[in-house]
């Protein structure tokens, strides 16, 4: 798949306690420990690499943030996290083009 399907978010826990990550509509959740940086990817559905969007249009990734959570929602057609080594962490579908932080 071609970047322009393809997008990617970093997000880092830069506090003093874990974090944990939640990644919807799959419901998974990860703690991420102080100074970690994750990436998370996605794939657009559509033949023309664009985005459902959550609050609007065309948007690959919506993300709340409380004191203690994060929460990605994911507007791909799957996912995958993993650190900014490429080292895989999570992946929901296995249908999910190739793996790791740039894929």
Same mark, same amino acid.
Do not use: D, I, R, T
């Given at each position: 798949m071609d970047s322009v399907g393809t997008a990617r978010l970093l997000i880092s826990n830069g506090g003093e306690s874990a974090l944990e990550l939640t990644v919807e509509p799959w419901a998974e959740t990860h703690q991420m420990l102080p100074k970690q940086t994750w990436v998370v990817v996605t794939h657009s559905p559509a033949a023309d $690499? %664009?985005?459902? $969007?959550t609050l609007r249009e065309d948007e690959p990734f919506q993300v709340d943030y409380r004191p203690e959570s994060i929460t990605v929602w994911? &507007? $791909? &057609?799957?996912?995958?996290? %993993?650190d900014t080594d490429a080292n895989v962490i999570d992946s929901a579908d296995w249908h999910c083009p190739a793996q790791g932080a740039f894929s």
């Open positions: $690499g %664009s985005w459902s $969007g994911v &507007n $791909g &057609n799957c996912f995958h996290l %993993s």
